[in-house]
């Protein structure tokens, strides 16, 4: 192995905690994890929260669009630990200062929100962080929008499919890096595999030194990349 891959939680750390909670995302930064993945949305009102879905149906105790929601009223659907749906703000106060990596997902390929860049960029300007984060979407039009507001930040594109030409794509998109479901060999420019639960894998990944794994089982991967 010519480098460490670092392991990302795939919204925290879902074997133990409810995904994107608060106490994921501690418990994570407790365990000295590398690095975090978590995804973005808008409320009704403008004001960015952390959830996979655009809906709440699937992890809260409530039911309709994230969208349809504003912050006040979407703070009353718990999580299963009977956490709220946390804003971007207490996430960032969470993490400022911690030895921890961030891949932020603009969740805006189904869903747009207006000024979502804008605004969420904003804030990770104004919050002290170790290192840069990764700003990664499936819309390509949200990197886009987002290295127009501040080309100095790492943009990263989300895809299940293979891509022809990576380097070159990577090149004319202004992309650090791609984040695949799938690995295929990737040079000069940073690859992130998700979701990788599976120990062969993980393995095989860490042997051919990926930029970064990311994973629901976090300790497990770190288990396996100190025997490889």
Same mark, same amino acid.
């Given at each position: 192995?010519? #480098? $460490?891959?670092?392991?990302?939680?795939?919204? %925290?750390?879902? /074997? $133990? &905690?409810?995904?994107?909670?608060?106490?994921?995302?501690?418990?994570?930064?407790?365990?000295?994890?590398? %690095?975090?993945? &978590?995804?973005?949305?808008? @409320?009704?009102? %403008? /004001?960015?929260?952390?959830?996979?879905?655009?809906? *709440?149906?699937?992890?809260?105790? #409530?039911? !309709?669009?994230?969208?349809?929601?504003?912050?006040?009223?979407?703070?009353?659907?718990?999580?299963?630990?009977?956490?709220? *749906?946390?804003?971007?703000?207490?996430? =960032?106060?969470?993490?400022? %200062?911690?030895? /921890?990596? +961030?891949? +932020?997902?603009?969740?805006?390929?189904?869903?747009?929100?207006? !000024?979502?860049?804008?605004?969420?960029?904003?804030?990770?300007?104004? @919050?002290?962080? *170790?290192?840069?984060?990764?700003? #990664?979407?499936?819309?390509?039009?949200? =990197? $886009?929008?987002?290295?127009?507001?501040?080309?100095?930040? $790492?943009?990263?594109?989300? @895809?299940?499919?293979?891509?022809?030409?990576?380097?070159?794509?990577?090149? #004319?998109?202004?992309?650090? !890096?791609?984040?695949?479901?799938?690995?295929?060999?990737?040079?000069?420019?940073?690859?992130?595999?998700?979701?990788?639960?599976?120990?062969?894998?993980?393995?095989?990944?860490?042997?051919?030194?990926?930029?970064? *794994?990311?994973?629901?089982?976090?300790? =497990?991967?770190?288990?396996?990349?100190?025997?490889?």
């Amino acid at each position: 192995m010519t #480098s $460490k891959s670092l392991i990302y939680g795939h919204r %925290g750390v879902p /074997v $133990k &905690f409810p995904e994107n909670s608060l106490a994921g995302f501690a418990y994570a930064i407790s365990q000295h994890i590398d %690095g975090l993945e &978590f995804d973005v949305h808008l @409320t009704k009102d %403008g /004001v960015p929260v952390i959830m996979h879905d655009e809906t *709440v149906d699937r992890t809260t105790n #409530s039911h !309709g669009k994230i969208v349809d929601y504003t912050f006040q009223e979407l703070r009353q659907c718990t999580l299963s630990n009977g956490e709220p *749906v946390p804003s971007l703000a207490e996430f =960032l106060d969470l993490v400022s %200062g911690e030895n /921890v990596h +961030l891949n +932020l997902e603009f969740k805006t390929d189904r869903q747009y929100y207006p !000024g979502i860049e804008h605004k969420v960029l904003r804030m990770v300007q104004q @919050t002290d962080l *170790v290192y840069p984060v990764v700003f #990664s979407s499936f819309n390509l039009q949200s =990197l $886009k929008r987002s290295y127009a507001i501040d080309p100095t930040q $790492k943009y990263a594109f989300l @895809t299940s499919a293979k891509i022809g030409a990576p380097e070159a794509f990577a090149k #004319s998109e202004h992309l650090e !890096g791609l984040h695949l479901e799938h690995y295929q060999p990737v040079h000069h420019v940073a690859e992130r595999v998700w979701t990788v639960d599976d120990p062969s894998e993980m393995r095989q990944l860490f042997d051919r030194a990926v930029s970064a *794994v990311i994973t629901n089982d976090f300790e =497990l991967a770190q288990d396996v990349r100190a025997a490889v």
